[in-house]
């Protein structure tokens, strides 16, 4: 995207963005994926490219072409990378290693079903994996009985069929049946001397979902679901060490719900283990910290999001701090080590070289690399074009709550030339936030509507994350409660310092956000325009048929739902939504849709789509006409 014409969505879907960075044990490398938000095509295709971590030679990529790669990793002696792609058959992904000089990558996997992640270990790799005895019923049949009753299936190296145990002897034989079209993964070994693989541990018929290696090689920590379904398998986790050497297991509990980016470290005395979660007691109220039960960031105001395995040191952890992102270490004092605005951390083994993907309000998405006080850019610079300026913006809710937002200005402008036509975008979750970053997206972002001569308000309202766990909790029960007023007082905040036109205001989101701008039009005739993408307009509807069940009907009911008070709807409605959505099905649109008959709306469904937008064409349709809605409407 360089800085001559008008910005297109074409270049918007295009444009190719690092992530999944990895940094070598020896802190000198750095390897990592590129792609495009458009998907080309069934398939995704990506690039995996390397790059000296001190930035003293060009990136280059070392694989390639039309195939899909994910999930590098490096091997204990930083000499090769392990990744999985699609590269021998499209949609299928199997294990590759490919040494620092690039070359033709060796495939170590030919599995039936793909592979769907992997942890290197000296001689062998372990492997996450579905068993090719395991599929779908025909019909399926789903039953929750008493868990006394359910014989689990425990493959070991001396029965790889599996025999049949009595599973209430431990919890990991505590699954509930559950026939399902998601194919439950498996723990595997795959030896690299003699390409042999067996299985790995005693989970039963557990679904494994994350994995991690202890730094001395001998134990594996395994995150398991009941089933491969989100539901109910999510609210049903496990915790499981797993002895590399016998593949004696043992149960550790029960994990905090979400549980994930599992971390060890050794403080001298004893191996530790910790991990994120959800905070307790509710559903509602964020991610925290815990080792063994414990939340280690209880009370803190702000909020961890990506934890991340240091092997001669604790865990490093990014933190959410408002519009700020901060690395910090799990020590007692969780001590910051940087400020860096970005997401995607990883680090050496010592921890003394970190990469990020970083961004700022004006430059796109690149990864640096580096000491984490002195990170350097990894590839050629973005482009240069001129962005519109990004304000930081702070102010106190109705009930004196501290909020904060951003405000992205048309590019060339300021304060004083306004007022401007005004669109607010409401981010989704409700637990997410807009960080001090670049906003561009396939979806209505800031830098695009700014491209088109509005002025765009990013309000991070409570619910969202970055002040901690008391803020992200107010929402619990009461979605579109205070939190409407939030974002009110700050667009009354904008008209008033003379930024926004009063007669020229539009409302729009994904997800939380297409419920906040449906529910936003039901409470008010302010806005000109609104754009409800993907959003929830039932929320009882949503906690019966959605994938995320449990915590739809932790946020709100009948009277938090749009649909019960859409006859006051008087402003025109864009609703947006993917054709098989399955966390916000399209039932919820087509309630919409119906209940604007006679009125002004446009109703644009995405054939193949889920709640994300990934096809090329798609994305650049969602971009125009987004633009085209809120430019007719509010000129």
């Known amino acids: 995207m360089d800085g001559v014409g008008e910005l297109t969505a074409e270049a918007v879907v295009d444009r190719l963005v690092p992530r999944e960075p990895r940094v070598s044990p020896d802190g000198r490398w750095v390897v990592y994926v590129t792609a495009p938000l458009g998907r080309v095509g069934k398939y995704p295709v990506t690039g995996l490219w390397l790059a000296p971590a001190d930035a003293s030679a060009p990136a280059r990529e070392i694989a390639g072409g039309e195939a899909d790669y994910r999930a590098p990793r490096w091997a204990a002696d930083s000499g090769s990378v392990f990744f999985l792609s699609d590269r021998d058959e499209r949609g299928t992904t199997q294990l590759y290693r490919i040494g620092l000089a690039g070359g033709a990558p060796e495939r170590l996997t030919e599995w039936a079903g793909g592979i769907s992640g992997h942890v290197p270990l000296p001689g062998s790799v372990v492997l996450i994996a579905p068993d090719a005895a395991d599929h779908a019923g025909d019909p399926l049949v789903r039953t929750t009985p008493p868990a006394d009753e359910v014989p689990a299936r425990r493959p070991?190296?001396?029965?790889?069929?599996?025999?049949?145990?009595?599973?209430?002897?431990?919890?990991?034989?505590?699954?509930?049946?559950?026939?399902?079209?998601?194919?439950?993964?498996?723990?595997?070994?795959?030896?690299?001397?003699?390409?042999?693989?067996?299985?790995?541990?005693?989970?039963?018929?557990?679904?494994?979902?994350?994995?991690?290696?202890?730094?001395?090689?001998?134990?594996?920590?395994?995150?398991?679901?009941?089933?491969?379904?989100?539901?109910?398998?999510?609210?049903?986790?496990?915790?499981?060490?797993?002895?590399?050497?016998?593949?004696?297991?043992?149960?550790?509990?029960?994990?905090?719900?979400?549980?994930?980016?599992?971390?060890?470290?050794?403080?001298?005395?004893?191996?530790?283990?910790?991990?994120?979660?959800?905070?307790?007691?509710?559903?509602?109220?964020?991610?925290?910290?815990?080792?063994?039960?414990?939340?280690?960031?209880?009370?803190?105001?702000?909020?961890?999001?990506?934890?991340?395995?240091?092997?001669?040191?604790?865990?490093?952890?990014?933190?959410?701090?408002?519009?700020?992102?901060?690395?910090?270490?799990?020590?007692?004092?969780?001590?910051?080590?940087?400020?860096?605005?970005?997401?995607?951390?990883?680090?050496?083994?010592?921890?003394?070289?970190?990469?990020?993907?970083?961004?700022?309000?004006?430059?796109?998405?690149?990864?640096?690399?580096?000491?984490?006080?002195?990170?350097?850019?990894?590839?050629?610079?973005a482009p240069p074009r001129t962005w519109g300026a990004q304000h930081r913006l702070s102010y106190r809710a109705a009930d004196g709550l501290d909020l904060d937002g951003l405000l992205i200005l048309p590019p060339g402008k300021s304060r004083t030339d306004g007022p401007f036509p005004l669109v607010t975008l409401v981010h989704g979750g409700p637990y997410d936030r807009y960080a001090d970053?670049?906003?561009?997206?396939?979806?209505?972002?800031?830098?695009?509507?700014?491209?088109?001569?509005?002025?765009?308000?990013?309000?991070?309202?409570?619910?969202?994350?970055?002040?901690?766990?008391?803020?992200?909790?107010?929402?619990?029960?009461?979605?579109?409660?205070?939190?409407?007023?939030?974002?009110?007082?700050?667009?009354?905040l904008l008209v008033e310092g003379g930024v926004a036109d009063e007669t020229r205001l539009g409302i729009g989101g994904w997800s939380h956000g297409g419920f906040f701008a449906a529910w936003a039009v039901t409470r008010t005739d302010r806005f000109a325009a609104a754009l409800v993408g993907a959003g929830v307009i039932d929320w009882p509807l949503l906690a019966a048929t959605g994938e995320h069940s449990r915590f739809e009907a932790a946020l709100g009911g009948v009277g938090n739902s749009p649909i019960t008070h859409a006859a006051k709807i008087r402003t025109p409605v864009l609703i947006l939504h993917g054709e098989g959505d399955t966390n916000v099905p399209l039932s919820q649109a087509e309630l919409l849709h119906h209940a604007l008959r006679g009125k002004h709306h446009e109703f644009v469904v995405y054939p193949r789509e889920n709640h994300s937008i990934r096809e090329r064409d798609h994305q650049i349709d969602v971009l125009n006409r987004s633009r085209a809605w809120f430019s007719h409407l509010l000129a």
Not at 439 to 446: E, F, K, R
């Open 156 to 381: 070991s190296a001396e029965d790889p069929d599996g025999g049949l145990e009595q599973a209430g002897a431990s919890s990991a034989g505590q699954a509930r049946v559950w026939d399902t079209k998601a194919r439950p993964d498996r723990l595997w070994l795959l030896e690299l001397l003699t390409s042999s693989i067996r299985p790995l541990g005693a989970l039963g018929d557990r679904h494994v979902d994350q994995v991690a290696a202890r730094p001395d090689g001998e134990v594996l920590a395994v995150f398991t679901w009941s089933c491969a379904d989100r539901e109910p398998g999510v609210f049903e986790p496990g915790l499981h060490l797993v002895d590399l050497a016998t593949g004696d297991t043992r149960d550790e509990g029960t994990p905090a719900l979400e549980a994930s980016d599992p971390a060890w470290w050794h403080d001298g005395a004893g191996w530790h283990l910790a991990h994120l979660g959800l905070t307790p007691p509710d559903l509602i109220g964020g991610t925290a910290v815990f080792e063994g039960g414990e939340n280690l960031t209880e009370g803190m105001t702000t909020c961890p999001f990506e934890l991340v395995q240091v092997d001669d040191g604790p865990p490093l952890a990014l933190f959410a701090e408002g519009l700020d992102t901060t690395i910090r270490r799990l020590d007692p004092g969780f001590t910051e080590v940087a400020q860096v605005q970005g997401t995607s951390l990883t680090a050496s083994r010592d921890g003394r070289t970190v990469a990020v993907v970083r961004s700022t309000g004006t430059e796109p998405e690149q990864l640096f690399a580096g000491p984490p006080h002195d990170l350097v850019r990894i590839g050629a610079p």
């Open 437 to 492: 970053r670049f906003h561009l997206g396939w979806y209505p972002s800031g830098q695009w509507l700014a491209a088109a001569g509005f002025a765009v308000f990013l309000p991070n309202a409570r619910g969202g994350r970055g002040h901690g766990h008391a803020f992200a909790h107010r929402v619990a029960g009461d979605v579109g409660g205070a939190e409407f007023t939030d974002v009110l007082t700050g667009i009354d």
